[in-house]
């Protein structure tokens, strides 16, 4: 079974804090995503990498940036945390042509 | 429009019902179809893919109407444990590398004794 695991279930930030959120998967895919997910919004790509170094700005990428060092790895970074980014946060990631596997999230509360 | 539509319910049904969601999309082009199940303060997981035959996985029977430009999920004999969120799930030709789903914002059920 793919696994993909997000460093932290929980996280409580001060606005204007730098935030990182990682994320790790095992089964060596290509493709890695950042969703957020509000009630009534539901799931918006944040961000979107196919390949090492490689990134594509989604449906909402401002105030984010990732990065993408390593293959199982893609962090998302808020620079500057605001109240307005308290959500769910969810790493996904995925071989070519086939559908999501999710990490099991990161709820993060700005405050 | 929104890319991919769905009623956000809660479709409220008994114990050992048939209950079938729709979800429209609005692109023409996409490829792929996917149902996703999310309980609650969870992530979401794939259910089943949606091919344009129609397929059937036990209770579940997905089937994809391309002319109308809807996908329907159907679910038999519901069991208090099928009380979830079902995301539609499309993938749209966005362009540039690698393939980015979009998703509905989901339809609650919740099966009751």
């Known amino acids: 079974d793919v696994k993909v695991t997000q460093s932290s279930r929980y996280l409580v930030k001060r606005t204007g804090e730098k935030v990182f959120l990682e994320c790790v998967q095992d089964?060596?895919?290509?493709?890695m995503f950042w969703y957020r997910q509000d009630p009534g919004l539901g799931l918006r790509l944040i961000y979107f990498?196919?390949?090492?170094?490689?990134?594509e700005k989604g449906d909402i990428p401002e105030g984010y940036s990732v990065s993408r060092e390593k293959k199982e790895r893609f962090s998302l970074i808020l620079e500057s945390a605001s109240t307005n980014q308290t959500s769910m946060y969810l790493c996904?990631?995925?071989?070519?042509?086939?559908?999501?596997?999710f990490g099991s999230g990161t709820r993060l509360t700005v405050v | 429009r929104k890319e991919v539509e769905q009623d956000p319910g809660p479709f409220n049904v008994p114990e050992g019902a048939t209950v079938a969601f729709n979800c429209t999309y609005s692109?023409?082009?996409?490829?792929?179809f996917f149902w996703y199940r999310q309980d609650c303060r969870k992530e979401p997981k794939l259910l089943m893919s949606?091919?344009?035959s129609g397929n059937e996985d036990g209770r579940f029977t997905a089937q994809l109407n391309r002319a109308s430009q809807y996908i329907s999920l159907l679910i038999r004999d519901s069991k208090l444990s099928d009380s979830a969120t079902y995301l539609c799930?499309?993938?749209?030709?966005?362009?540039?590398?690698?393939?980015?789903?979009?998703f509905g914002t989901g339809t609650q059920l919740k099966v009751e004794l």
């Open positions: 996904a990631s995925s071989s070519q042509g086939r559908p999501n596997t």
């Open positions: 089964m060596d895919h290509e493709n």
């Open positions: 990498s196919y390949d090492v170094k490689m990134k």
């Open positions: 692109n023409s082009a996409s490829q792929s």
């Open positions: 949606v091919y344009s």
């Open positions: 799930v499309v993938n749209p030709p966005r362009g540039g590398g690698g393939n980015k789903l979009t």
